[in-house]
Structures are given as C-alpha cells and as structure tokens.
C-alpha cells in the first residue's frame, strides 16, 4: 500500500513538473550540422559565377546542358542518356592523364562527392559517370532551382550561374 501510494505521488509531482524552457531543449545534431553546411557551402558559392551561358542540346536519347564563354568550349556540361539513365558530369580541369578523382558537386544545401577520372585527350577535363540511384539523385538535385551552383575538383571550386537547360537535360534520368 505505502508503495502505491509512493508511486502515485512520484508520478503526481512528475505531471506538475513544467516543461524546460524551448532555449534549453536539446539542440537537433542534424539540424546544426546543416546549418553548418549551407553556411560552409554558401562560403564556396560566393566567388564570382563564371562567365558565360548555358546551351541544351539534344541528340536522339543524349540531352545535354553546356555551359561556356561565347565562341570558346564549354567548361561544364551536364548529359543525360535517357536510354540507360546514365548521368555524366563533365568539366573542363587538367590533372595527370586517367587520374581517379573526386568532382565535388556544391549547391547551398548539398554537397556531392562524386568518383570521376581525367582525361587528356583533346580538351583537358574531368568526368563523374554516374548510374543507377546516384544518376537519379543528381538529376532530381540539379532539376530543382538553386541560385548558384559549384564544381570543386583538387581543391579548386569554379561557380555556375544554374540555368533551366540543365534540368530540361536532365529530366529524362530523374
């Protein structure tokens, strides 16, 4: 009896124990961790886009968004092979020839480590191929409207202006 008794009352006073105050809860690890991320992301976003324009090309089942100074190569295209679901990433960076690197793709509230390789054929660049789960999750990224977005490979990130070219390249592998 005298057990009940001390249980009710424990769980009586438990009931009348206001609530901490809201500046005192539990910060939310994810939330502070993506806080730090856009503010670390808008701080690589920051420099000054590129200058030039984005062009869509179709072929068949290959859609592209190329970005470049006008009468020059691209320095960035964004390809679609709608056949497969394949996504390719490519831009123009030199490294030792068919060197395995990262392309880090770097939008306010994302950031992609992406595998990719240099090639010296022709114009200097380097390519992220990407398939299956990954291929779709960069072209449903890339499809949605970001101010600006970024290209860090070695160490040295180049800013893009986004541009609706890009997401009508890469409906087709979202």
Known sequence: MLYRFALTAILALTACTPAPPASQAAPDPAAAQA????????ARLSAAPQTGAW???ADDAIFAAGFGAPESEVQLVFTCNQASGAVHITS????????DTTLTLIMLNATRALPA?????????VTAELAGDQARDIAALLS????NLGIEIAGETHVYPWSPEIAQALEGCR
């Open 55 to 57: 062009a869509f090309q």
């Open 144 to 147: 949605a409207p970001h101010a």
């Open 117 to 125: 390789k240099s090639f010296n054929e022709g114009l200097p660049s």
């Open 92 to 99: 123009a960076h030199e490294l030792a020839p068919d060197q």
């Open 35 to 42: 806080a730090s991320d856009a503010s670390a992301n808008a």
